[in-house]
């Protein structure tokens, strides 16, 4: 088993930063895809950003592109995801998840067999 825990949301201001961490333990040597997704309220969750265990298969929604980077310590076991030029549009829970066992990279999150529990990042005008 997989176990993922976030960190790092908190409340900032439009136009600045905030990184996110998301600590996996257990079998991480099963896990393929690693990823954030957001759910913001009344909405479905969205894809943000993905990355391969290894470090390879990164891949961006257009809305993360150019302003988030996502980004992965193996020997801390740790994803990151480095948000920049924040908006409020950016308000959401952001969750942590992971293809276990699973080599399907993709950007739906029913693709995805592990979750985190989620952080909030609320940003003001």
């Known amino acids: 088993q997989v176990q993922l825990v976030e960190s790092g949301g908190g409340l900032v201001q439009a136009g600045d930063s905030l990184r996110l961490s998301c600590v996996a333990s257990?079998?991480?040597?099963?896990?393929?895809?690693i990823g954030w997704f957001r759910q913001a309220p009344g909405k479905e969750r969205e894809f943000v950003a993905r990355?391969?265990?290894?470090?390879?298969?990164?891949y961006y929604a257009p809305s993360a592109k150019g302003r988030f980077t996502i980004s992965i310590d193996r020997a801390k076991s740790t994803v990151y995801l480095q948000m920049n030029s924040l908006k409020p549009d950016d308000t959401a829970v952001y969750f942590c998840?992971?293809?276990?066992?699973?080599?399907?990279?993709?950007?739906?999150?029913?693709?995805?067999?592990?979750w985190g529990q989620g952080t909030q990042v609320t940003v003001s005008p």
């Open positions: 998840a992971a293809g276990v066992d699973t080599r399907i990279y993709s950007v739906y999150a029913r693709d995805y067999n592990c």
């Open positions: 257990g079998r991480t040597d099963s896990i393929y895809p």
């Open positions: 990355i391969g265990w290894l470090g390879d298969m990164t």
